[in-house]
């Protein structure tokens, strides 16, 4: 049987786009559409590109070698490792089966390592459904079932009809959410506190009952309220300000000499000789100059193009909305990606701006839950990690305080850091190299190397000098706040009673000083703010712990 059934059923059964879908395929196993051997085929040249990227010189070395690249023999090698990989997915799709039964995700899969997983609907806490670009022609879908938002919890359904797959996520999260209300209709009966959707409930509620709620009035077709979207020039606007091909290129690094050839005959062909150019007869050094400058533009202009259609192809048809107590992501041009998080579970907003982005005046909106040893740490498919990209500032505070009611992350009461800080830098990281440095300089008589080491030592003094001045903390009565960076800055929001840990550490010196570093440890991580005032610090620890004892509130 290629797929689950769609008809209609009676106890196990979800609305999906006016159609009863049946979510329970009864106690026989059930086989994946053959669209699923494309998804295991590409799955395993990832992984095998993702191993391969730490052989890239050894390639690289190989290919100059050779120098054949477009031989009979390496096509025939290609075609070779093509047909394995194919073969894999046809094997792999054989061995693959799943039924839903009795509120429970069952699964089977794996080739030579054989795997069976067995998931309660109430445990699972996130179901994404993704639409690779070869899916959705066909209408079908990737149902991704997240138990604790770590990768060795998550199980996949990998392809199912789309309908099925909708349908499937809301008895899911309509069977979980009932299971949350009677853990937490059992533990009101010896706490005083309310339930943890009753308090994401609530902040909704004190959201869109006041002035901010007014934009958030449009719902789509899922009875979600869309809170917001990004169009294409705020997608271009994160690609400018994020860009990160430069790891790419630094990857890439091994095949610069081949380029470099490629590109040096092209332009022989051309009429134009590289030697020629650059010799001390030619050109007036300032025709020379001015080359240098054209062509430094014109790689930075590729540079950020290869940038921007990474940020659209991320991030193309950006919304994010909100339904009852969860936040869901969806975005991506070939492959529709999806990440939904529960209000209560949401750790720390991180709003950061990089020295662009402050130009701009743009943010980039991180809210956070669990980090798990292991997880990748991809911001689009990572499900602890929720991010709305290249947002304007007002945008940043509204949405925050969508997450976190009245809280205020851009405030003017932080408290300042010791500028002991800066002195202990100095001593501890610069002092030491700078005289190294400098008296070998005088040594052997180079005062270029001399003037080299003064001024690279003067810039880390700055960089150490500006991490000072943007470190800071604050608090309210319901959150912790705290500002670090260097030309950029980020800020963080917290609430107390999530901390799972708080240290307080000094140093002998820091002792001498009533100086003191405090730490609070969250399921997201841990946020240090160094060379605070010891009373402070004390205080500022002891607020913590009386929150987290006082109210014990269940945020899982």
Same mark, same amino acid.
């Given at each position: 049987?290629?797929?689950?059934?769609?008809?209609?059923?009676?106890?196990?059964?979800?609305?999906?786009?006016?159609?009863?879908?049946?979510?329970?395929?009864?106690?026989?196993?059930?086989?994946?559409?053959?669209?699923?051997?494309?998804?295991?085929?590409?799955?395993?040249?990832?992984?095998?590109?993702?191993?391969?990227?730490?052989?890239?010189?050894?390639?690289?070395?190989?290919?100059?070698?050779?120098?054949?690249?477009?031989?009979?023999?390496?096509?025939?090698?290609?075609?070779?490792?093509?047909?394995?990989?194919?073969?894999?997915?046809?094997?792999?799709?054989?061995?693959?089966?799943?039924?839903?039964?009795?509120?429970?995700?069952?699964?089977?899969?794996?080739?030579?390592?054989?795997?069976?997983?067995?998931?309660?609907?109430?445990?699972?806490?996130?179901?994404?459904?993704?639409?690779?670009?070869?899916?959705?022609?066909?209408?079908?879908?990737?149902?991704?079932?997240?138990?604790?938002?770590?990768?060795?919890?998550?199980?996949?359904?990998?392809?199912?009809?789309?309908?099925?797959?909708?349908?499937?996520?809301?008895?899911?999260?309509?069977?979980?959410?009932?299971?949350?209300?009677?853990?937490?209709?059992?533990?009101?009966?010896?706490?005083?506190?309310?339930?943890?959707?009753?308090?994401?409930?609530?902040?909704?509620?004190?959201?869109?009952?006041?002035?901010?709620?007014?934009?958030?009035?449009?719902?789509?077709?899922?009875?979600?309220?869309?809170?917001?979207?990004?169009?294409?020039?705020?997608?271009?606007?994160?690609?400018?300000?994020?860009?990160?091909?430069?790891?790419?290129?630094?990857?890439?690094?091994?095949?610069?000499?081949?380029?470099?050839?490629?590109?040096?005959?092209?332009?022989?062909?051309?009429?134009?000789?590289?030697?020629?150019?650059?010799?001390?007869?030619?050109?007036?050094?300032?025709?020379?100059?001015?080359?240098?400058?054209?062509?430094?533009?014109?790689a930075m202009a590729i540079v950020a193009l290869i940038s921007i259609g990474g940020a659209l192809f991320t991030f193309y048809d950006y919304t994010l909305s909100r339904q009852h107590d969860r936040?869901?992501?969806?975005?991506?041009?070939?492959?529709?990606?999806?990440?939904?998080?529960?209000?209560?579970?949401?750790?720390?907003?991180?709003?950061?701006?990089?020295?662009?982005?402050?130009?701009?005046?743009?943010?980039?909106?991180?809210?956070?839950?669990?980090?798990?040893?292991?997880?990748?740490?991809?911001?689009?498919?990572?499900?602890?990690?929720?991010? =709305? *990209?290249?947002?304007? &500032?007002?945008? %940043?505070? !509204? /949405?925050?305080?969508? +997450?976190?009611?009245?809280?205020?992350?851009? @405030?003017?009461?932080?408290?300042?850091?010791?500028?002991?800080?800066?002195?202990?830098?100095?001593?501890?990281?610069?002092?030491?190299?700078?005289?190294?440095?400098?008296?070998?300089?005088?040594?052997?008589?180079?005062?270029?190397?001399?003037?080299?080491?003064?001024?690279?030592?003067?810039?880390?003094?700055?960089?150490?000098?500006?991490?000072?001045?943007?470190?800071?903390?604050?608090?309210?009565?319901?959150?912790?706040?705290?500002?670090?960076?260097?030309?950029?800055?980020?800020?963080?929001?917290?609430?107390?009673?999530?901390?799972?840990?708080?240290?307080?550490?000094?140093?002998?010196?820091?002792?001498?000083?009533?100086?003191?570093?405090?730490?609070?440890?969250?399921?997201?991580?841990?946020?240090? =703010? *160094?060379?605070?005032? &010891?009373?402070? %610090?004390? !205080? /500022?620890?002891?607020? +913590?712990?009386?929150?987290?004892?006082?109210? @014990?509130?269940?945020?899982?």
């Amino acid at each position: 049987m290629a797929s689950p059934e769609v008809d209609t059923a009676k106890p196990s059964e979800s609305s999906a786009g006016g159609q009863a879908v049946k979510v329970d395929t009864g106690e026989d196993w059930r086989r994946l559409s053959p669209i699923a051997i494309a998804y295991f085929t590409l799955r395993s040249i990832k992984n095998m590109a993702q191993g391969a990227i730490y052989a890239v010189p050894a390639i690289a070395v190989t290919a100059n070698i050779t120098d054949n690249i477009q031989s009979p023999n390496t096509l025939l090698g290609i075609a070779a490792i093509l047909i394995i990989f194919f073969s894999s997915g046809v094997v792999s799709f054989f061995m693959y089966r799943f039924r839903v039964s009795n509120q429970h995700v069952e699964i089977h899969s794996g080739v030579f390592s054989r795997s069976y997983t067995n998931l309660p609907f109430w445990r699972i806490q996130n179901v994404k459904i993704e639409l690779p670009f070869y899916y959705r022609p066909f209408g079908f879908a990737l149902v991704i079932l997240d138990t604790a938002g770590s990768a060795g919890e998550e199980a996949k359904i990998v392809a199912v009809p789309l309908a099925y797959a909708h349908a499937l996520r809301k008895q899911v999260l309509a069977e979980h959410q009932d299971h949350k209300f009677v853990e937490d209709s059992e533990d009101s009966s010896h706490t005083n506190h309310g339930t943890a959707v009753a308090n994401a409930d609530s902040a909704i509620n004190s959201v869109v009952n006041g002035d901010q709620g007014k934009r958030y009035s449009q719902t789509n077709g899922d009875g979600e309220t869309v809170l917001n979207r990004r169009s294409i020039t705020d997608i271009v606007i994160h690609g400018i300000t994020n860009n990160r091909v430069w790891i790419l290129l630094g990857a890439a690094a091994p095949f610069y000499d081949n380029a470099f050839g490629y590109l040096s005959e092209w332009l022989a062909e051309k009429g134009l000789q590289l030697n020629q150019l650059v010799g001390e007869q030619t050109i007036a050094w300032w025709q020379f100059g001015l080359y240098a400058f054209v062509m430094l533009m014109m790689a930075m202009a590729i540079v950020a193009l290869i940038s921007i259609g990474g940020a659209l192809f991320t991030f193309y048809d950006y919304t994010l909305s909100r339904q009852h107590d969860r936040y869901i992501r969806r975005s991506g041009l070939l492959n529709k990606q999806e990440v939904s998080m529960r209000a209560s579970r949401i750790q720390v907003i991180s709003a950061k701006q990089d020295w662009l982005d402050r130009i701009l005046k743009r943010v980039n909106l991180y809210f956070e839950q669990n980090a798990s040893i292991g997880h990748s740490t991809n911001e689009l498919m990572s499900p602890n990690r929720l991010i =709305v *990209p290249s947002v304007t &500032e007002d945008e %940043a505070d !509204e /949405l925050s305080q969508e +997450v976190m009611p009245q809280s205020k992350i851009r @405030r003017s009461d932080y408290q300042p850091i010791s500028k002991r800080y800066i002195l202990h830098w100095v001593i501890a990281g610069l002092s030491i190299p700078f005289v190294v440095g400098t008296g070998f300089g005088i040594y052997i008589e180079h005062l270029d190397i001399t003037a080299g080491v003064t001024f690279v030592s003067a810039v880390l003094l700055g960089v150490i000098a500006l991490r000072w001045w943007r470190w800071g903390v604050a608090s309210d009565d319901k959150y912790i706040y705290v500002r670090r960076g260097r030309i950029g800055v980020d800020y963080l929001c917290f609430e107390p009673y999530k901390v799972q840990q708080v240290v307080v550490k000094q140093s002998v010196f820091m002792k001498r000083r009533k100086l003191a570093t405090v730490q609070f440890v969250l399921a997201s991580g841990a946020i240090s =703010v *160094p060379f605070l005032p &010891e009373n402070y %610090a004390n !205080e /500022l620890a002891n607020n +913590v712990l009386f929150e987290v004892e006082s109210k @014990r509130k269940s945020w899982m």
